[in-house]
């Protein structure tokens, strides 16, 4: 069976979303470091306020898809972007850069349950299809906006701002002609939000396990968040130019597009395993990335991350669900992208600390010993769901 028209829309509105996001995203940290000359902490901590204003953002989002409007929700959070989008091709010193940086992680983060909510409920019949359907449109977006992103930077900034917002611009212009019909599609039934689910939790083991889980998770996040910090300014100071950079952002998202079908080749049945063979993958990429100097180098290293991610990605939400009692499977999904953001949040700050005060060695020595703790967590967590 086809998909249906609105989850075609959703698709078509995502990969423009985030072509528009991704532009500006995985150059953040080279922009705030080189071009306006603030210290890898300082722009760690602006990219940390931004995933933070994200996780507010995501959770008001969620709401307001029950209690209010799906539509108003995020017509209302695509203005928010797009104003501060635009603002920001005019203004984009320290100051109003900042600012802007951390309105337009609220309004995406707001954004975004909607747009995963809206595909749930409107293509319920379609199970794991209508989000991954989302989910391949997202890296398809990342792919673009990278691989233009990086070719505009390197002719100017200032054309990196314009593409962000006219593209943010042209997802408002979809949002406004085409999704007003969508709160009539939804099925209510279908979601409820997470704070309403964070009632008393009665499998306390389970949600135990979960947490055990999630600290691996975490530390996944954290590592893998140094590629858009401090590798991504560390490929600079080497004198890889920008536009390589943006390319092997570029071949995460085509890679996870066109690996899709590859994945059907790893057939095991315990997700466990996915996180182990991920995990280990995951150490690889980062042990070629420490002795990387040049961009070929750096590119092996992001295949075989972008492999790593292809298999644990996927296996945490999934466990997640087998862990969730009756009626609490959106609470228990809240908390894994809720440990992944703070991943996000804490990665660039704490890891940009360690390169200012020390040196970017040291720091991959740390991620190195860090990736460990997934199989610790993964194998607590299997004891305790067998005892």
Same mark, same amino acid.
């Given at each position: 069976?086809? &998909?249906?028209?609105?989850?075609?829309?959703?698709?078509i509105a995502?990969?423009?979303?985030?072509?528009?996001?991704?532009?500006?995203?995985?150059?953040?940290?080279?922009?705030?470091?080189?071009?306006?000359?603030?210290?890898?902490?300082?722009?760690?901590?602006?990219? %940390?306020?931004?995933?933070?204003?994200?996780?507010?953002?995501?959770?008001?989002?969620?709401?307001?898809?029950?209690?209010?409007?799906?539509?108003?929700?995020?017509?209302?959070?695509?203005?928010?972007?797009?104003?501060?989008?635009?603002?920001?091709?005019?203004?984009?010193?320290i100051?109003?850069? !900042?600012?802007?940086?951390?309105?337009?992680?609220?309004?995406?983060?707001?954004?975004?349950?909607?747009?995963? =909510?809206?595909?749930?409920?409107?293509?319920?019949e379609?199970?794991?299809?209508?989000?991954?359907?989302?989910?391949?449109?997202?890296?398809?977006?990342?792919?673009?906006?990278? /691989?233009?992103?990086?070719?505009?930077?390197?002719?100017?900034?200032?054309?990196?701002?314009?593409?962000? =917002?006219?593209?943010?611009?042209?997802?408002?212009? %979809?949002?406004?002609?085409?999704?007003?019909?969508?709160?009539?599609?939804?099925?209510?039934?279908?979601?409820?939000?997470?704070?309403?689910?964070?009632?008393?939790?009665?499998?306390?083991?389970?949600?135990?396990?979960?947490?055990?889980?999630? !600290?691996?998770?975490?530390?996944?996040?954290?590592?893998?968040?140094?590629?858009?910090?401090?590798?991504?300014?560390? /490929?600079?100071?080497?004198?890889?130019?920008?536009?390589?950079?943006?390319?092997?952002?570029?071949?995460?998202?085509?890679?996870?597009?066109?690996?899709?079908?590859?994945?059907?080749?790893?057939?095991?049945? !315990?997700?466990?395993?996915?996180?182990?063979?991920?995990?280990?993958?995951?150490?690889?990429s980062?042990?070629?990335?420490?002795?990387?100097?040049?961009?070929?180098?750096?590119?092996?290293? %992001?295949?075989?991350?972008?492999?790593?991610? &292809?298999?644990?990605?996927p296996?945490?939400?999934?466990?997640?669900?087998?862990?969730?009692?009756?009626?609490?499977?959106?609470?228990?999904?809240?908390?894994?992208?809720?440990?992944?953001?703070?991943?996000? &949040?804490?990665?660039?700050v704490?890891?940009?600390?360690?390169?200012?005060?020390?040196?970017?060695?040291?720091?991959?020595?740390?991620?190195?010993?860090?990736?460990?703790?997934?199989?610790?967590?993964? /194998?607590?967590?299997?004891?305790?769901?067998?005892?």
């Open positions: 069976m086809g &998909m249906p028209k609105y989850i075609w829309l959703l698709v995502t990969t423009i979303n985030v072509t528009g996001g991704s532009f500006l995203w995985p150059l953040n940290t080279i922009y705030m470091h080189n071009e306006l000359g603030k210290s890898l902490a300082f722009a760690g901590v602006i990219l %940390m306020l931004n995933q933070g204003a994200a996780i507010v953002g995501n959770l008001i989002g969620g709401a307001l898809f029950d209690k209010f409007s799906p539509y108003k929700t995020i017509l209302y959070s695509t203005l928010l972007v797009t104003s501060a989008a635009i603002f920001l091709s005019f203004h984009h010193t100051v109003p850069y !900042s600012i802007m940086l951390i309105l337009i992680g609220f309004g995406t983060g707001a954004t975004w349950p909607v747009m995963f =909510a809206m595909a749930g409920s409107i293509w319920p379609g199970g794991r299809r209508a989000f991954n359907a989302i989910y391949v449109a997202q890296n398809l977006g990342v792919a673009l906006g990278a /691989t233009i992103g990086g070719f505009v930077a390197s002719i100017s900034f200032n054309y990196i701002f314009i593409a962000n =917002a006219s593209l943010f611009f042209v997802f408002l212009l %979809m949002v406004l002609f085409f999704f007003r019909g969508m709160d009539e599609e939804r099925d209510r039934q279908m979601h409820t939000t997470v704070i309403e689910q964070s009632k008393k939790i009665e499998n306390k083991s389970a949600f135990r396990s979960l947490l055990i889980l999630c !600290s691996g998770f975490f530390v996944v996040w954290f590592a893998y968040s140094q590629w858009q910090s401090t590798i991504a300014s560390h /490929t600079q100071d080497i004198g890889i130019p920008l536009e390589q950079y943006s390319t092997l952002w570029a071949i995460n998202g085509f890679l996870i597009v066109l690996g899709q079908p590859l994945l059907k080749l790893f057939t095991w049945q !315990s997700q466990k395993t996915y996180i182990y063979v991920g995990s280990t993958i995951f150490l690889f980062f042990i070629i990335a420490m002795v990387a100097d040049q961009f070929v180098m750096f590119a092996v290293a %992001m295949v075989i991350l972008t492999i790593g991610e &292809m298999l644990v990605w296996a945490i939400p999934t466990l997640a669900d087998e862990l969730a009692p009756k009626g609490r499977a959106g609470f228990y999904q809240g908390i894994v992208n809720s440990v992944a953001a703070a991943g996000r &949040m804490l990665g660039p704490l890891g940009g600390l360690i390169v200012d005060l020390f040196h970017i060695q040291l720091l991959f020595f740390i991620l190195i010993f860090l990736l460990f703790i997934p199989y610790v967590t993964t /194998t607590l967590f299997d004891r305790r769901i067998q005892n």
